[in-house]
């Protein structure tokens, strides 16, 4: 080590040092010390430029996946826009798609992302599938509630009957089934109005997903209303 000290203070300070003088001694101490210090901050600044380095190669690889997930979207769109102006697929079916591989790829850049910059992806993906247990440990604990809310919407968005129709509910086996004029309609029921004798009129609350269950007969009506336009001139919950 006293070798290396040595050869490291300049030649034109060797004929300066008293040997015999304790002075000389003290500084060999002091230049020891101060390489020391001059390698431990060349270690440091090492050790920042690493630091910086990765930082940057970080932040390039996540503006590289995002890139790449623009691409990937703008192109998938060009293409169905194509198979759309050539009506292999209609309206619907390109949105739906669409809205899907929006999500798809949201989802896996920052699944990604978060990996390059050393997130444990792993934990949060145990953390969201736990959550999503929950909500559908929930869900099908009211399912039979948002079925009969579902399927209001596919009531409506397909026109299945409209206020003032003729409605029967077909059982399978034969037998009779519900029937009436349709007087009502909300979310969760559908009213039908039945005169089972002179003057005596009955109301029956069918829920809405029955009539995805069942077989329908249907008789237009003469003064009809849309289901939809009625459910938004009503209550929510209005019953007749």
């Known amino acids: 080590m006293n070798i290396i ?9 060797l004929g300066e040092i008293d040997y015999d003088n304790k002075s000389a001694l003290t500084s060999f101490s002091d230049t020891e010390e101060l390489l020391r210090e001059v390698e431990l901050k060349e270690g440091n600044m090492e050790f920042r430029m690493e630091q910086f380095v990765g930082l940057g190669t970080t932040m390039a690889g996540v503006i590289l996946v995002f890139l790449l997930g623009f691409v990937v979207f703008f192109l998938s769109r060009r293409g169905l826009k194509t198979l759309l102006h050539l009506e292999y697929i209609s309206d619907p079916v390109y949105v739906v798609t669409m809205n899907i591989i929006r999500w798809l790829l949201i989802i896996a850049v920052v699944i990604i992302s978060l990996q390059s910059m050393g997130v444990k992806v792993g934990n949060i993906m145990a953390g969201m599938l736990t959550v999503a247990g929950m909500i559908a440990i929930g869900f ?101």
């Open 5 to 13: 000290i040595i050869h490291a203070i300049p030649l034109t300070l």
């Open 140 to 240: 099908i604990a009211v399912w039979s509630v948002m079925s009969n809310i579902l399927c209001s919407g596919f009531l409506v968005a397909f026109n299945v009957f409209e206020i003032g129709d003729e409605v029967e509910v077909v059982e399978p086996v034969g037998g009779s089934g519900l029937k009436g004029k349709v007087v009502s309609f909300n979310v969760m029921f559908t009213t039908l109005e039945e005169e089972v004798g002179e003057g005596e009129t009955v109301f029956t609350q069918i829920p809405n997903n029955i009539f995805f269950q069942k077989s329908l007969r249907r008789r237009k009506g003469i003064e009809t209303e849309g289901l939809g336009q009625h459910l938004l001139s009503k209550p929510v919950f209005h019953f007749p």
